[in-house]
Structure formats: C-alpha cells, structure tokens
C-alpha cells in the first residue's frame, strides 16, 4: 500500500474507521507510517497520538479495541479507510462511535419503513391506519394477508408485466415486516439467521 504521509508536514494521514458488519463510522484518528505497519502487524488497530506524541493501540488502557479487518487507500493516497470489529465502545466518553450514535445495523429505507410500522401500532388509530386496522384484527389476519400476498407475487413472476411483479413484491415485503412486528421480531433478528448459515 502506497499511502502518501509526505503530504502533510507532520507526516500523518487521517483514518477513518468504520465497523465492518454495520458499515457505521466509529471514529476518526491518525496515522504515520509506524502506526500504520503496526496495525498491518498486530491486527489491532493503532495510531499516532497527536496530544501524547506517541503511537498509541485503540483500548491499550479499556481493552476496547479495534480487531482489523481490512483497509483501503482513498483515490488520492492520502487517507485510510479502515474495517474493524470493535470490542466494546469505541469512544473515550463510553458511547458506541465517536458521534455518540448507537453502532447497530440498519437498512436504510427499510429500517425507515419499520419504525413507521411500529410506531402505527403503538398509535393503533384503525380508522386513518391500515397498519393499526390490520393489527386490530389480530395476528392470523396479518399471517393470512401474507400469504395472500405471496401468492400474488407468484402469480405476476409467471407473467411478463415487471411492474405488476414488483408492486406485488413491495406489498409483500411490507406485509411481512408487519407479521415480523406482530411476532416481536424485526428484519434484523431474519438477517441474523441468514448470517448464521453462511
């Protein structure tokens, strides 16, 4: 790897660390070449100190470390991304990352569509929710709409009409985040599984 650390004066390049399951950043340190070679070496990630002027392993002192998994070198050689599997939190106040966010894996839109899902049923007004009126009827109405949605997506895979498939698709993808809910599970508890397997 060829990382530029002569373009700044103080030889340092800046490193981003984000944990590899997530794909949350933790954090953001420094390193010169020594820090570098060390965390290459050690597979515990390690940088330079700017205020202690020495290199310095994440959770020398907590135990909180960063377990290396990968690195890559920006389009410019002068910045590292770096992969890790944290021990514990990975900030010095305790929280998580470094922006005091929780380090747990997301899905975008979907997670989006989840927390929507949750907070109908907490709400539980049938008459302007079609989450909260589908719940009202219990949990083998939900299970039973599933399937039926299902079925629907069977259906139009068999045609040639892409747009039907898809809708079809997304109202059973929707449908089942709500049976999930219903049971006291989220996507996350299937991927679980899923990364289990692997």
């Known amino acids: 790897m060829n ?10 390049v ?15 340190g420094y390193m010169n070449a020594e820090a570098l070679n060390k965390t290459i070496e ?3 990630v390690t940088f330079f100190s700017r205020s202690k002027q020495r290199l310095w392993t994440k959770g020398e002192e907590s135990g909180n470390v960063l377990n290396l998994v990968d690195i890559k070198l920006d389009c410019d050689s002068d910045s590292l991304l770096i992969k890790v599997t944290p021990e514990g939190p990975t900030c010095h106040k305790g929280t998580d990352t470094c922006w005091n966010e929780t380090n747990e ?15 109908r049923i907490k709400e539980g007004d049938s008459e302007k929710s079609y989450v909260a009126s589908l719940f009202a009827k219990g949990i083998n109405k939900v ?5 039926e949605e299902a079925v629907e997506v069977v259906i139009e895979a068999k045609d040639d009409n892409d747009d039907l498939f898809l809708e079809e698709s997304a109202d059973l993808l929707f449908h089942y985040l ?17 990364d289990r397997r692997k």
């Open 105 to 119: 894996e997301t899905y975008g839109f979907i997670s989006t569509l989840e927390e929507t899902i949750a907070s």
């Open 14 to 28: 800046p490193a981003i660390i984000q944990d590899n399951s997530t794909n949350k950043v933790l954090m953001l």
């Open 143 to 147: 299970a039973q709409k599933v399937g």
């Open 3 to 12: 990382v530029d650390f002569n373009k700044n004066s103080d030889g340092l």
């Open 178 to 194: 709500m049976l999930l809910q219903a049971k006291g599970f989220k996507l996350k508890n299937v991927v679980s599984v899923l």
């Open 42 to 44: 050690t597979k515990l």
